[in-house]
């Protein structure tokens, strides 16, 4: 039973994670994004209708992607071109999306009453590594985009703190002036930051109907988007700290239903408040924006 | 005095919306949101044009559900009034810069205390019953915000994530309430029992739904607008909105006004709640709110924060939902692109109408006078 939890554990912080580095990058360029909730939702809306129209859970990849970046586009060319207040942008971006995708849903599929499905992502195992006791099918047995949310803690890690583009990219969220005036091109570095972001929330949105479930509800994301920017926080804008709270965040989702399943006396509904009431705790008790980016929220515009 | 006019003397000329005034006409002051307005419809008809829907069709169903007749017109208003409070309640924060996403969750969380207290008021003398209930849900929205605005001024954290984050739990709270202790006496369904008839607000013209809570709308709008230009409070909540390393420099006492300017806050939001039980639906259930707690922060940008602008930019959104039932019937397209409409007219503001943000670092660079708003590290003050 632990084994199964520690599974269901690590597949619900996988797209949590997935979506959190890439608003890392976002945020380390100075950019806050508040709307990977909304990026989430629609990627997971179009990974269901492609998937859906083309019987091809590649299809529903790509257009996930395409659709997430397309709307993470929006929110850029807003924060970064027109230097507008990020926090209003992002949050419109959330609004916009629950629309755009309900509209969708609506028009596409009615309202049947049944839920539609679609083909998943298989598990890949890999080899006997899979067959460890207790964390090996959690580990080693996932399918791809949970190996890619994980894989991407290094690669992410390397990036931003042992390259020169990191090295850019963090100089652009801590003082962008500064980077501008040494000729890096700050819109540039921040757009390229965007839509890294935009195609990783996109696929996180994905992994909720193509991997996690195997349909497409309006709000399926739960505010997954919320969490992920609190990783950020909790995980000190660092990627290996955040695989970590990614990991918590995840137990406790997955832990809503391992207790309901228990069956205890407890009201349901203070399972399915358990993230949300954990990330309150955890911020509040670490508290602190102290590592911030120095400039982040800040809209700039070159003069 | 002086030293907050040396502070924004080198900033662009006068705002709008800024002072119930300034500088400029009011007619220049309303073109910038009459043109987002337009330019959102403009998209909206292209994203309709691609679903296979008519424009002309789904704005005509919307302007004739809300406006068509008389009683339209009535439900229009209480549909907007839900979003008078709320809009305020987000604008009185914005303007401190704190951003109070969780409008949503303050007005469950009054309605939910309004709630509590109306179904045991039975017997009571209706003006007493009814401030009671009133005021409970105020204390108690004020309550969901002042966590946020503590936990912000005392822990730095994050008042957006903690905002939404009791959004949630709000949510869930109520959920726990209309199934369990709040659950209505036969047990049938999960919402509450009615409110006493005493705790009712009065009703007038039926069979319409209009109520005192409209005219109670009104009266904290123009309350509101007092607060915020016309006391030494409200100018300190600016200030903190416009600069907050140079407020906290001067002196200001900067978590308490933080704290303060959450409760205020989602003390609107939470009365919006109270009204919205004690006025209209009398008994509390799930879903209660269709999301008004976002929809304000639309409300609250479009009126550029001011709160007697806010009156007739929730009767705006009040019309767009109230159209959107009529626009799905008649044209088959679902009520939530009222959604797709109000994130599209953000947008479109915030790119052409710079003052929408007042105070809340609208993106002119400034160099030393920069807004902290938006710049998550706050360097923590004492106050």
């Not at chain 1, 950019?31 to 179009?46: D, K, Q, R, S, Y």
């Not at chain 2, 509450?192 to 709308?217: E, K, N, T």
Request: net charge positive; with cysteine; glycine share 12%.
């Amino acid at each position: 039973m632990l084994e199964a939890f520690a599974v269901s554990m690590i597949q619900t912080s996988a797209p949590l994670l997935l979506a959190a580095l890439g608003e890392l990058l976002v945020e380390q360029s100075g950019i806050i994004n508040i709307g990977i909730e909304g990026v989430m939702l629609t990627g997971a809306f179009f990974a269901m209708a492609g998937a859906y129209f083309s019987d091809s859970v590649a299809v529903g990849l790509l257009a996930a992607l395409v659709a997430a970046v397309a709307l993470s586009a929006i929110f850029a060319l807003l924060a970064i071109n027109f230097a507008v207040n990020q926090v209003v942008a992002g949050t419109a971006l959330n609004i916009f999306a629950v629309g755009l995708t309900g509209v969708f849903y609506r028009r596409l599929f009615g309202i049947t009453g049944q839920a539609l499905t679609v083909r998943t992502l298989a598990p890949v195992a890999l080899g006997p590594l899979a067959r460890i006791p207790l964390l090996g099918p959690a580990l080693f047995d996932q399918n791809l985009l949970v190996y890619l949310a994980f894989l991407l803690v290094p690669v992410c890690s390397w990036l931003l703190f042992s390259t020169r583009y990191g090295l850019g990219l963090r100089a652009c969220g801590e003082r962008p002036e500064a980077a501008d005036a040494l000729g890096l091109a700050v819109y540039r570095l921040r757009w390229q930051a965007l839509m890294v972001s935009g195609a990783l929330t996109g696929l996180s949105g994905a992994y909720l109907t193509l991997a996690y479930t195997n349909t497409f509800v309006e709000g399926i994301s739960a505010g997954r988007g919320f969490v992920a920017l609190a990783i950020v926080i909790v995980g000190r804008w660092e990627p290996w700290p955040m695989a970590a709270s990614a990991i918590l965040f995840g137990a406790a989702i997955a832990l809503q239903f391992g207790l309901q399943a228990l069956g205890t006396v407890m009201p349901y509904q203070l399972f399915l408040a358990l993230p949300y009431l954990l990330t309150l705790i955890v911020l509040g008790l670490l508290g602190g924006q102290a590592q911030a980016p120095s400039a982040l929220g800040e809209p700039y515009a070159r003069p | 005095m002086s030293w907050f006019k040396a502070l924004v003397s080198s900033r662009p000329p006068t705002r709008a919306g800024a002072a119930g005034g300034g500088g400029r006409s009011a007619l220049a002051a309303l073109l910038p949101p009459l043109l987002a307005l337009l330019i959102a419809f403009a998209i909206v008809s292209v994203v309709l044009l691609a679903l296979g829907a008519s424009p002309a069709g789904v704005f005509g169903a919307l302007i004739a559900g809300a406006l068509g007749n008389w009683l339209a017109f009535a439900e229009t208003i209480v549909k907007a009034t839900p979003l008078v409070f709320t809009g305020l309640g987000v604008s009185l924060a914005f303007q401190a810069a704190l951003y109070n996403i969780g409008a949503e969750g303050q007005l469950l969380a009054g309605a939910l205390a309004a709630t509590a207290i109306g179904v045991r008021l039975e017997g009571w003398p209706r003006p007493t019953a009814i401030a009671l209930v009133l005021g409970c849900g105020g204390a108690a929205g004020a309550l969901w915000g002042a966590i946020c605005g503590w936990l912000k001024a005392w822990r730095g954290v994050n008042e957006v994530i903690s905002t939404i984050m009791l959004n949630f739990l709000a949510v869930e709270l109520v959920s726990w309430a209309v199934h369990g202790p709040l659950i209505e006496r036969s047990g049938a369904y999960p919402r509450s029992d009615p409110i006493a008839a005493s705790a009712r607000l009065y009703l007038f013209l039926a069979p319409s739904r209009l109520s005192a809570g409209i005219p109670l709308a009104l009266i904290v709008a123009a309350a509101a607008y007092l607060l915020m230009f016309r006391t030494t409070l409200g100018f300190q909540l600016r200030a903190l909105g416009r600069n907050r390393r140079a407020a906290a420099f001067f002196g200001l006492p900067i978590r308490r006004l933080t704290v303060c300017a959450m409760g205020l806050s989602g003390a609107l939001a939470g009365l919006g709640g109270a009204v919205q039980i004690s006025a209209v639906t009398h008994r509390l259930y799930e879903r209660l709110s269709p999301g008004w707690g976002y929809e304000a922060i639309a409300v609250a940008l479009l009126a550029h924060l001011n709160p007697l602008a806010v009156l007739p930019t929730a009767l705006l959104f009040g019309a767009l939902d109230n159209g959107s039932q009529a626009m799905q019937r008649a044209q088959g397209v679902s009520p939530v692109l009222v959604q797709v409409i109000q994130g599209m007219i953000v947008f479109v503001l915030l790119a052409v109408d710079k003052s929408a943000t007042v105070g809340a670092g609208a993106g002119a660079p400034g160099g030393a006078l920069e807004p902290a708003a938006g710049n998550l590290e706050e360097a923590r003050v004492d106050a």
